[in-house]
Structure formats: structure tokens, C-alpha cells
């Protein structure tokens, strides 16, 4: 017999991280209830293996020893760098979670190294967990508090690495490019698969990412599998990198420029695939402000410029248009345009992602410069919002026209890489 | 001496399509003048070279012939399929322009066929000049002027051509792959550079178009390089298919599914790459209502949920968000969702375009099914909307609801491909 739910919660999110024994298929099975994502009952096996079943009967809740940990403290290695990891959560940080039923990491540099120990011969691990919530939810408010802590830590580490969940990984890492310039690398990591399954790219990810911590950079940068093999890693420039695959571990890429470099797994011997700010080159300074009425609009025909004009009205001075092909939107803009042009900073961007704007070869797209609007060269949009947000925080209006053209942080290529 | 503009209108530009002596770097040069993307007087010369001038004294502008095609009258060829060509503008139709100094192209099957003349091997083609467009400005109105002409013309051709911008090309293609259940292949065709550069695209993708217009295809498909070279050309499933780049000539990419053959040039041998709807497959039936009221939104951390309020207050009832990784937004959107999914269709999407929405892993994404979102599969956002567009036109809410999570014209495919 199958459990029946409770209104939204069936009986498996109930007994969610809980120790159960069942009896299914004429057999008995014990382990820890995991997630469903498929409305079939899981188990998490004590041989790794998660099991599912359309039907079962429930015989027993176990209790579960209370989570003791009793990890050895870390020694610290003479000759190893010091590197900080601070976590604000994500699929990365979910470690722990169904290993033993408790639901929130603890995130100690004990629990780290037990976890994934090759990392002890890496660098000298310092922790601290400074969210833990999933990556959607992050805002603003948060790349402003997180660019603080890595300041702080980037003084008495040689490296930091900040563990994140995927799916604004890309808009954090370019926030922290615009608002840390920084003679060390500062590395964003986080992992597609959580630890407890199989294809997990947590270990190898937090790896290359040490090993990229410890590296002759001196930017912010994204470490992630560049295949779907565990063979490598590779490190991105962050105002240069994208999620481009929901599932993937190979989903984020470069997008027009070369990956920084390349990590070898488990060899660790990196190759350098582009030019970077090396170690030293900039001077550690924080430029934390970010104004949040910038926004982000995607064009599609038919879509109306009122959008412009109810945003305008709200006090928004920033915009971003994710225009079609070398950056263009339909003629009937180009009035609603002028307008906001006259008191604002637009920038005019590709939904290709790939490729340039240049609204010089075509009517449209003259006109559109003519209003006022500033084409956002090669960077993606994403990138180009949190420049605004970020130019817009610390900088006039006019400053802003001028900046924003202009590479700041890497954003901007002189020439696209095909 | 450079002539000065008045205002935004340069002297190239007035003199623009115009036959002009001139004298620069002490010689004279006699062309046609040419749009300027640089600020430069760009001369085409009778030997088809194009020549740039910072400094020029313009000596007379010349009287130009009115232009006499006098072209062979085409010969129907027996055996040969009929072809219809309809022209909707875009780079692939500014072919003619400045060849003579004619702006607008007169676009006649015989113009066609003495431009490229391998078409007549190929097939009997007919021509209709329907709209001369930048793409960019392709509305909805204009998909349902387009689908009635290609309904009309299916009836008494073996195929249909349709010659258009690449900006939206691909949003057009998904429009008429809805609007239209068709017998026969309705191939779109465009050119990233004009006919008057060497490195043009426009011969090339014309004859492999063609060869597809007449192949075993009963669906609407999108056809253009493949490479970057001149060797092949694919044919993607219009539901499946983005402008991924700028400027290259193999900006066309399927996204979640392969393309459906390959067409090699010049030998125009045919592949098969994945399955297809077959020519007589389907009857050939129009159903082309499409609700206007429909938008995109484009997810990014900060951005508030206003933003549906606003177009929900303005009567809009579908909604395509294009959410982060496996189909999220922030927490703080779930009420307003919840809301607005009492009486709308709201689609979840997401922005990293590859890969398939799985709202179902994390909480996030159970709490926005729980409010009422459809996860809109391995969709692209932009087929996700023009899709919502037609079914709210020709169905009811509930019946949208339903139809949306469901392929219609082989938008959702069953597994994700790699």
C-alpha cells in the first residue's frame, strides 16, 4: 500500500532525512528517505545506492543517532597556502545533508577536509559558512555582503573560494568581478549533482577550485567540469561565464573569450588558455555599492515599449535590452527610446549571447544609436545589468555613459573570439 | 573635403544607391554609393569591389538608366517541382539593391532565377514579394498575413520558400509551425551577409533551401550553414531552432534536438539526422489566431514580481518566465505566482536554454508547481511564447493548460539529447 499524501505534502517529504525500515517487493530494505523528484518513494541504502518503489509499507521509523562528528582537528601545513571557503550554500554545500539525516551542513574546515581530504594537500583549509540558501533566492543585497567577507579574507589568504549554487553562479561571480578588484584569485565553485549521488562533481570541482585558489591569478573567476567526464576543469573569467545546460556538469561556459585555463584531474597541472590578471597585478580595493532600479528586458516581436516607459516612471535609470541579432528591437522603440535615453543609461545587448552588438550596419540599428543608446559590444546581458547596477551604485550618470563602453573588469573583448 | 552632415543625415546617406564621380587620393573613382557603417563614403566600383574614403570631393552625381532587367522570360521545366518563393525582406532580399542603384528589390521569379541560376535545376519557381521588412520589425500580425499566404501557396506548389530576416527568423518559423499543420516542407531562409560581399551566404542557403523544398519534409524548418564554410547547410525543426550568434554565418543552431539532415553544397546530397514529420504525413489545415497579450520575462536576482502584476493588471493571461538552471525563481515570487495562476497560463522556462525544466528537484521549484506553473520541458523560451500566444488564441485557458505541456509541432521532445 502506498502512503496517500496530506494536501501538498505526501508521506515521503514527511519522512524526508528520517531512517525508516520498509518492506517492498517481498523484501525488507532500510536507509534514509530521500527527495522524491518523481513522486516514487526513495531510499538512500547503506551501500551508497538510492532505491525507489511505486509501492511499499512503511514497518518502522528508526531513531538516528544524534550527528556526532568527531573529526580529527585540522593540523596546519607548513609551506601550504592559506586558503578561506566561504559557503553560501547550494547544491555544493548539500553535502552532509541525507549522509546522516541532518538537513543543514555545519560547514566546518573539519568537516571539509574529511570530506574531500586530498584538499589538505592542496592548501591550509579556513571555513566559514556564510549562507546556505539555494542560489535563486540570492539578491543584490547579498553579492554586497559577500564581497565585504572576501575582502576581508582576500587580507590574510592567499586565495578565497566561495562554494555557490548554479544557478546565479555566473551574475554573483561578474557582481564581485565589478565590485573587487583584487591581486588574488577569488574562485566561485559549486557542483550540478549533489554529493550523495553517484555522478557528483562536488569533490572534483572543490579540488580544481583549490588548485585555482592557490594559482598565479588575480581575478574572480568560476571553476567548474569542462567536460562531462571527470577529466577536467575550467576556470572562467567571471564577467565572461554562463550556465548554458539546466543539468549538465560540463553547463557553464565561456562565452566570447577562451576559459582562463584548464585543471587536469586528478593530476592538477594547469594549462593557460587566455590572457589574465595575474597574482599582484591590482591592488586589493572595494567598490561595494550597487544600485538595485536597473533592469534587465528581454525583446520578442510584438513586445511593447511601455515596459521602457512603466519602469521609467519608477524611478529605474538603468537599462539593459536583450535586443535580436547584432542588437536591434522593432522601430516603434526607437521614440520611447529617445525618451528614456535622456536621463538614463541604456545599454543594448544580444539575446544571440554570442557575437557582438553593432547597431552600425543596419537603418535600425542607426536609429537606435541615435536615441541615445549604447551598444554593449560582446558582453552578455547578464553581465552588462550587473555593470550597470554596479556603475550606477558608484558613479554619475554621465561617468556611467562613459564606463560602461569601456572594460572594467575583463568584460569586454577587443576582438570576439569565435 | 569632407562633406559636412546636416544633422543626422550624412552626405552618404543622401546620396545613397546613387551613381556618383568623385575624386580621392588624387584619382577618380566612378561606383554606386553604399551604406557607410563606418562613417567612411564607401564606393561600389563596376568591378563589384567596394572602396572606403575618409577625404572625397564629389565631382557630379550621375543620371542612372532606369533599370531594364531585360531578363530571359523563365521556362517552366517538366518534371521539375513547383516551388513557391515568398519574400518578407532581410539581408537575403537586399540582393539587388545596389547592384543597380534600385533600393527595393522587384523580387520576380525570373530576378531570382538570373541571380542564381542553379535554382532552375533545382525546381519551377514562383515568386511573391510579400513584405521588404528588417525582421526586427516582424510583428504577429504580420505571422498571420504570412501563414495565409503560405496556406494558399501549398495548395499548388510541392514546396514553400520563405526568404526572411534572421533577427527573428527563428520566431517566425515557430509561429507558422503552429499556425500550420503542413503536407509539404515551408523552409525559412536568410542570409547573416549580403549579396554584395564575397563572403554572402544568401546563393548558397537559397539552393540548399530549395533542394529542401522539394525533399520528403511535411513540417516547417529553417535552413542555413552549417559551418563556416561553404560546404553544408542544416535544416532545423522551426520549433527547435535559435539565432545563437551575431554575426556568423552558422548562427543557426538546433537547441535540445538534433537538426533534421544536412544538406551537403554543391552537391546537395541530403542526410537525415533525426526523425521528421514526412511529406503527406499531416493534412494541410490553418489555424491562425494568435493572442497578443502575451510576455516573456526574463528572471534575474533583485528583480521583482511587479512585473507580472503589471502586465496581469493589463489583461494579460500567459506568461512565459525564463527562470535560472532547472526552471527557478526567487522564493518571493511564489504568492504573486500563486495569484496570477488563478486565471493564467504561466509557463516556467529556462535562461540557460539547453537542457530540460525540472521544477520537481529542488523546494523552490516544487513550491512554483505547487502555485500552479507548467514547466515548459526542453522548450526554448522563445517557442514557449509564440506557442502560449497561439493556443490562448484558438483555446481555451484550460485547454492551454493542458496542450502546453504537450508537443504539438515537435517542440517538446520526449528525451533531452545531449
Redesign the interface.
Known amino acids: 500500500m502506498r502512503p496517500k499524501s496530506w494536501g501538498?505534502i505526501s508521506m515521503s517529504e514527511r519522512l524526508e532525512g528520517k531512517r525508516v525500515r520498509i518492506k517492498a517487493k517481498g523484501k525488507i530494505f532500510e536507509g534514509i528517505v530521500m527527495?522524491s523528484?518523481?513522486g516514487n518513494f526513495v531510499l538512500k541504502l547503506d551501500n551508497g545506492y538510492n532505491v525507489g518503489f511505486k509501492e511499499y509499507e512503511l514497518l518502522e521509523v528508526l531513531e538516528v543517532e544524534p550527528f556526532e562528528p568527531h573529526l580529527p582537528e585540522l593540523v596546519k601545513r607548513e609551506g601550504l597556502p592559506d586558503v578561506k571557503i566561504i559557503s553560501t550554500g547550494g547544491t555544493i554545500a548539500s553535502k552532509v545533508d541525507y549522509r546522516t539525516g541532518a538537513v543543514t551542513s555545519q560547514f566546518t574546515a573539519e568537516e571539509i577536509a574529511s570530506e574531500v581530504p586530498e584538499l589538505t594537500e592542496i592548501c591550509n583549509v579556513d571555513a566559514e559558512l556564510l549562507y546556505n540558501i539555494?542560489?535563486?533566492?540570492?539578491?543584490?543585497e547579498n553579492?554586497i555582503e559577500l564581497a565585504r567577507h572576501v575582502y576581508k579574507a582576500l587580507k590574510d589568504h592567499e586565495g578565497v573560494i566561495i562554494t555557490h549554487?548554479?544557478?546565479?553562479m555566473h551574475?554573483?561571480a561578474a557582481a564581485l568581478s565589478f565590485m573587487l578588484s583584487t591581486p588574488k584569485p577569488v574562485v566561485f565553485v559549486g557542483a550540478q549533482r549533489s554529493s550523495d549521488r553517484p555522478s557528483s562533481d562536488a569533490a572534483m570541482n572543490l579540488l580544481c577550485a583549490a588548485k585555482a585558489a592557490t594559482e598565479d591569478i588575480g581575478e574572480v573567476v568560476v571553476c567548474m567540469h569542462g567536460s562531462?567526464s571527470d577529466d577536467y576543469c575550467l576556470v572562467h573569467r567571471g564577467v565572461k561565464v554562463r550556465?548554458?545546460?539546466?543539468?549538465?556538469r560540463d553547463?557553464f561556459q565561456s562565452v566570447n573569450a577562451k576559459p582562463i585555463g584548464r585543471i587536469d584531474y586528478p593530476s592538477l597541472s594547469v594549462e593557460w588558455l587566455s590572457w589574465r590578471y595575474r597574482r599582484g597585478e591590482r591592488e586589493l580595493k572595494l567598490t561595494d555599492r550597487l544600485e538595485?532600479k536597473v533592469?534587465?528586458?528581454?525583446f520578442?516581436?510584438?513586445?511593447s515599449s511601455d515596459i521602457l516607459e512603466?519602469y521609467h516612471s519608477k524611478g529605474y535609470r538603468g537599462f539593459v535590452i536583450?535586443?535580436?541579432?547584432?542588437?536591434?528591437?522593432?522601430?516603434?522603440w526607437i521614440d520611447t527610446l529617445r525618451r528614456v535615453c535622456e536621463d538614463s543609461v541604456v545599454v543594448m545587448t544580444?539575446q544571440?549571447?554570442?557575437?557582438?552588438?553593432?547597431d552600425?550596419?543596419?537603418?535600425?540599428g542607426r536609429d537606435i544609436l541615435?536615441a541615445g543608446v549604447i551598444e554593449g559590444e560582446d558582453m552578455l546581458p547578464?553581465v552588462a545589468?550587473i555593470k550597470l547596477?554596479w556603475l550606477l551604485g558608484n558613479y554619475s550618470i554621465e561617468e556611467a555613459k562613459e564606463m560602461v563602453k569601456k572594460s572594467v573588469a575583463g568584460e569586454i573583448e577587443p576582438t570576439t573570439q569565435?
Chains 1, 2 share one sequence.
Open positions: 501538498w527527495p523528484f518523481t539555494l542560489s535563486e533566492n540570492m539578491k543584490p553579492w549554487g548554479t544557478d546565479t551574475f554573483s562531462t550556465k548554458n545546460h539546466t543539468s549538465r553547463a538595485r533592469v534587465l528586458i528581454k520578442f516581436p510584438g513586445l512603466y536583450e535586443g535580436t541579432g547584432l542588437g536591434h528591437v522593432s522601430t516603434d544580444s544571440c549571447l554570442w557575437g557582438r552588438v553593432c552600425r550596419v543596419y537603418d535600425t541615435r547578464e545589468l547596477m569565435y
